[in-house]
């Protein structure tokens, strides 16, 4: 009698609600795609987190590489899935940055196809020069090349790069043209960055943490840090300010999106476990080893500063005639 009773309770309260209670988030492991190839800058900040937020969230997240397209692959791959939490994404400066703003016309999503999360780490731009180089600062560095306009080459991971962006843009700063510098990309930036120390080219700008280890060997010298304040892994590169070119801000960054429309408790959950990621010291110390920094915000802050950055992006696009 008393299991019959029992029975008649569940099933009137079905029918009030329509469907079982939601089980509370998340009851499986997450998969974290990183649109980017194993081994990378991307890959190991990705792992990083990973491993820190599992032990926060309550369950193993797990990096899935979905490399190609720059980034497109694996970002669509997200936009695709279902919005219930278990499939989010590394959102990098290439496919939520330079493809949204200046490509909109090819890029299958915009910043509108995603759940920000909230903005996790990032690492400044760095300028660099081989330690040969004549030049020994950012203004002696701009004085040559205004001198010897279309003779200097700079080497990038391809036209829609960060490389060659940042680049472009330092040029816009300085007055100059586009092609004051020649413009030759690689398939990568470790092939890129290979160039420069084989003196194939002058000079490269990248994310710190691509470079962080030639810097600190000395095979490489960074003449600027895209930031306004020192740089807490390599104080004694000068700042945009310090360098006399306080507009010369730019990085990339390590966004955490999801699908559009995600449920409200599970961005709480999300944005609960990013604020006890960036503040744990093994995170601290596994991303110090790649040269990134915590760089928290919310997800409406996060979300207002990759629109920020991207209206840079499409400035230098317009710049260099790949954007109308």
Same mark, same amino acid.
């Given at each position: ?87 989010? *994404? ?46 020994? +600062? ?13 003779? *200097? ?53 990248? /994310? ?25 892994? /390599? ?7 310090? /360098? ?50 915590? +760089?928290?915000?919310?997800?409406? +802050? ?23």
């Amino acid at each position: 009698m008393k299991k019959c009773f029992l029975t008649m309770i569940l099933t009137l309260m079905l029918a009030v609600t329509g469907s079982p209670a939601r089980a509370a988030f998340p009851e499986q492991p997450i998969n974290l795609i990183v649109p980017f190839s194993a081994g990378g800058s991307t890959d190991l900040d990705a792992r990083a987190f990973a491993t820190i937020a599992g032990k926060y969230i309550g369950q193993p997240m797990m990096v899935a590489n979905r490399p190609g397209g720059s980034g497109i692959i694996g970002s669509q791959y997200v936009v695709s899935s279902k919005p219930d939490g278990y499939t989010i *994404l590394i959102g990098r400066p290439g496919a939520q940055g330079v493809a949204t703003a200046c490509f909109p016309e090819t890029t299958p999503f915009t910043l509108d196809s995603y759940t920000f999360l909230g903005m996790v780490d990032a690492s400044p731009c760095v300028l660099m020069v081989h330690p040969d180089a004549p030049y020994k +600062t950012l203004q002696e560095f701009i004085a040559y090349i205004k001198a010897n306009q279309g003779k *200097l080459k700079y080497s990038s991971s391809g036209v829609s790069s960060i490389h060659n962006f940042a680049t472009q843009y330092m040029l816009n700063l300085s007055g100059m043209k586009h092609d004051a510098l020649i413009h030759v990309p690689y398939k990568g930036g470790g092939e890129a960055l290979t160039a420069i120390m084989g003196k194939q080219v002058d000079m490269m700008i990248c /994310a710190y943490n691509e470079a962080s280890s030639y810097i600190k060997s000395g095979t490489l010298k960074a003449l600027v840090v895209m930031t306004k304040d020192p740089f807490p892994f /390599a104080p004694e590169i000068p700042t945009a300010v310090q /360098a006399g070119m306080p507009e010369l801000q730019l990085g990339t960054w390590f966004a955490l999106l999801g699908p559009k429309d995600m449920p409200q408790e599970v961005r709480d959950i999300y944005w609960n476990t990013i604020q006890k990621v960036v503040v744990d010291p093994d995170y601290l110390r596994m991303i110090g080893e790649i040269g990134c920094v915590p +760089t928290l915000m919310d997800a409406e +802050t996060a979300k207002e500063y990759v629109i920020a950055q991207n209206a840079i992006f499409r400035e230098v696009g317009q710049a260099i005639g790949i954007v109308k």
